[in-house]
């Protein structure tokens, strides 16, 4: 696992990784931007109290607090544009570590949709739930990083593995790797934690989980495996057999 997070990080060189996350932070400042403006000028455009002299104090709070806001947001903006290219992300990894791999048919919007409304609901219920927990000195931080650590360990295998497999494979899978997916997890959600490095966190969290996912060698016959229908499964066999493959001690890439 350990090799897999360093292989991450490593994608962080890539030219085509830096111009995407360049389109994705300058799209998001833009659209901060644009927000902040619009509220400012709907504020600054009504007339809250009929006071000349106290409209303009609540709309320049209310403009401030807007700000405060927008910077507070922004990593996570940046992550969710990020995460109309992820995508592209996985084959950048897949290109560069997994040449044998074929094209990944991907995931349909229905599909992409339905696991990323369902992701963000039970991340906002159940960080709510934790929310008093939060306010508790010395507490808060394993809290959070253990109960995030579960939603985005499932939410990134379900990203990346979600390419090649179907969704209540997927879901199998998750289940019995569920206690490499929270390491995974916490390792994901202790990066977006820290200042400026959560605007690239989410690249390499995606490459991160790649390698986790996408064996490349059948260890034990000595030889490279065959063209590959989906992660871990020559072209020919079964899901059945496809699954044994993923979930078996050499299920987890170890790349080269």
């Not at 063209?227 to 020919?236: D, I, K, L, Q, R």
Request: with cysteine; hydrophobic share 55%.
């Amino acid at each position: 696992m350990i090799k897999a997070l360093l292989l991450g990080f490593r994608q962080l060189a890539d030219p085509a990784i830096g111009r995407l996350l360049l389109r994705c932070v300058l799209l998001t400042l833009a659209t901060v931007i644009a927000l902040i403006v619009g509220v400012a000028a709907l504020l600054f455009g009504l007339d809250l109290t009929g006071l000349t002299w106290l409209d303009p104090i609540l709309a320049t709070a209310g403009s401030a607090l807007v700000l405060v806001l927008a910077w507070l947001l922004f990593p996570i903006v940046v992550a969710l544009i990020l995460g109309l290219f992820a995508e592209d992300v996985i084959r950048m990894v897949e290109r560069r570590h997994y040449p044998n791999l074929p094209a990944a048919p991907g995931m349909s919007l229905a599909a992409q949709t339905y696991a990323g409304a369902r992701f963000v609901l039970v991340a906002l219920l159940l960080n709510l739930l934790a929310l008093p927990l939060y306010l508790v000195p010395g507490a808060n931080l394993p809290i959070y990083l253990g109960l995030n650590g579960y939603l985005l360990g499932r939410e990134y295998f379900e990203l990346v593995a979600g390419q090649r497999l179907q969704l209540r494979e997927v879901a199998q899978l998750r289940r019995e790797r569920r206690g490499r997916l929270w390491l995974a997890g916490v390792a994901i959600a202790a990066m977006l934690v820290i200042p400026v490095f959560n605007l690239v966190a989410p690249v390499v969290a995606i490459a991160f989980m790649v390698h986790l996912v996408a064996p490349l060698e059948s260890r034990g016959s000595g030889r490279a495996a065959g063209p590959m229908a989906s992660v871990g499964e020559p072209t020919g066999h079964s899901t059945q057999e496809r699954r044994k493959r993923l979930t078996s001690l050499h299920g987890i890439a170890k790349p080269s």
